[in-house]
């Protein structure tokens, strides 16, 4: 699997390049979550393709630099990874770099759970900023409670 890694970072700037410009264009974030990560991902994903025994979770450096807030959300996150993997496959195909089926399968589960654990990230980002948003918002002091009267009981109705 080196033939993929060597390709990927021969073409990182131009990669990196293309992702951006298609973010622009295509998802109209002018900061793409990715903007720091792509970079770090790929240069990771190329040096766990060249390695005989690739760490666990080669994709986890990058990841800690996705953006906490990404412009579109979980869904936004998800387009950007999808933007970054079709630049990386157009770039190798427009260099003429033929990379084998057992290798495209590597770097595409790399991609896939790079963008798995963003989104993890992102959604532990969300649910600690949703209560402290809640937590700064004014409440509203709650009313006394009202004096509650149950109904009157029907009369007793007498033997006779």
């Not at 060597?6 to 974030?29: D, H, M, P």
């Not at 994903?45 to 800690?64: F, K, Y």
Request: aromatic content about 6%; proline content about 12%; glycine content about 6%.
């Amino acid at each position: 699997m080196m033939g993929a890694g060597l390709y990927i970072e021969e073409c990182l700037q131009e990669i990196v390049g293309r992702f951006l410009s298609a973010v622009t264009a295509e998802l109209q974030f002018q900061e793409p979550s990715l903007r720091l990560a792509a970079p770090i991902l790929l240069r990771d994903l190329a040096r766990s393709l060249r390695s005989a025994a690739p760490p666990p979770e080669p994709w986890q450096r990058g990841v800690t630099l996705v953006l906490s807030q990404p412009a579109g959300g979980v869904r936004g996150l998800v387009r950007e990874f999808g933007l970054l993997r079709t630049a990386l496959w157009d770039t190798l195909a427009a260099r003429g770099h033929a990379v084998p089926s057992p290798e495209r399968r590597a770097v595409d589960r790399f991609l896939d759970e790079a963008a798995a654990a963003a989104a993890d990230r992102w959604a532990g980002y969300s649910r600690l900023l949703v209560p402290t948003a809640l937590r700064d918002r004014p409440t509203a002091t709650p009313a006394p409670p009202s004096p509650i009267r149950p109904p009157p009981l029907p009369p007793k109705k007498l033997a006779r």
